[in-house]
């Protein structure tokens, strides 16, 4: 889950822009976030292989929310500004946010599962887009060039570099292949609060923005479209889809810039 565009209502938005100050992570509370994502990655892979055509969106909620309780997690979704469920389920055209629901789910879809949960007061959050059975070409190459995105940006996450290269990674891959970021939105600090400072765009200038340094964690979070940028809401207040009904991937890991390097907090395959 990450920051939001202004247009939406502040009592639903969860956007987070100055809400909890930047902060350098020590040691021990990199290892706690550690822990945290490590859960929180297994629990996303596990939803993924239980995940079938005929599901219902709710049916995923359900099962996240007997997976987080099991481990003695605490959903971070659930009852933030109001968010009425414990994951996201953005479905073919749901950018993100999607509210868990009825919709059920096919042969061919793309689904785009977010989750996030504070384990010992300390928050993980991740995300992946992946097939229900067999999908198009073109929902395969716009998958891979997310995945393929958010590897970039985690290669360009190193102390010394800057927030920019790192959207700078994400925007060229997306880019190269044909596809549109999204502008909106993007990923976040992550520490005890489920986002905090800096917001990190999808889209970005090499060399600009605040220099990273060890102590930073972030959640990085890729979001691309297969027909344009732009992007709308539904009257919910929580769903983002794409203005002209085409696909679209979301993936987020976790990361923490260490004195040994950047190291993947939430590891799973993408």
């Known amino acids: ?15 987070t822009t100055r809400q909890v ?9 990199v290892d706690l976030l550690r822990q945290a994502g490590q859960a929180t990655a297994e629990i996303l892979m596990e939803l993924k292989r239980k995940v079938t055509a ?33 994951v996201c389920t953005s479905v073919n055209e749901e950018v993100v946010h999607s509210i868990p629901g009825a919709r059920v789910l096919k042969e061919g879809d793309i ?26 070409p073109e929902a395969e190459r716009l998958m891979e ?3 393929q995105s958010l590897e970039a940006s985690i290669q360009a996450a190193k102390a010394g570099n800057r927030l920019g290269d790192v959207s700078a990674a994400m925007q060229s891959v997306v880019e190269a292949a044909g596809f549109y970021v999204v502008r909106e939105y993007g990923g976040h600090g992550i520490g005890r609060a489920m986002h905090e400072d800096p917001h990190i765009p999808c889209f970005g200038k090499p060399g600009t923005g605040l220099r990273l340094q060890e102590g930073m964690v972030l959640a990085l979070e890729v979001m691309a479209n ?8 539904l009257s919910d207040h929580w769903t983002v889809v794409t203005a002209d009904k085409s696909l679209s991937v979301h993936y987020e890991k976790m990361v923490a810039i260490t004195e040994r390097g950047t190291e993947v907090l939430t590891p799973h395959e993408s």
Do not use: Q, W
């Open 111 to 136: 689904l785009s599962l977010d989750i996030g949960m504070f384990l010992e007061d300390y928050c993980g959050d991740t995300a992946t887009t992946f097939a229900i059975g067999r999908v198009s």
């Open 226 to 233: 297969a027909g344009t940028a732009e992007i709308r809401h």
């Open 1 to 15: 889950m990450h920051a939001l565009e202004k247009k939406l209502p502040p009592a639903r938005t969860m956007t």
């Open 145 to 147: 060039s997310g995945r």
């Open 21 to 29: 100050p930047l902060e350098l992570k020590s040691p021990r509370e």
């Open 54 to 86: 005929g599901m219902t969106t709710r049916d995923i909620d359900a099962l996240a929310a007997k997976m987080i309780r099991a481990r003695g997690g605490i959903p971070s979704f659930l009852n933030y500004r109001g968010y009425p469920a414990v």
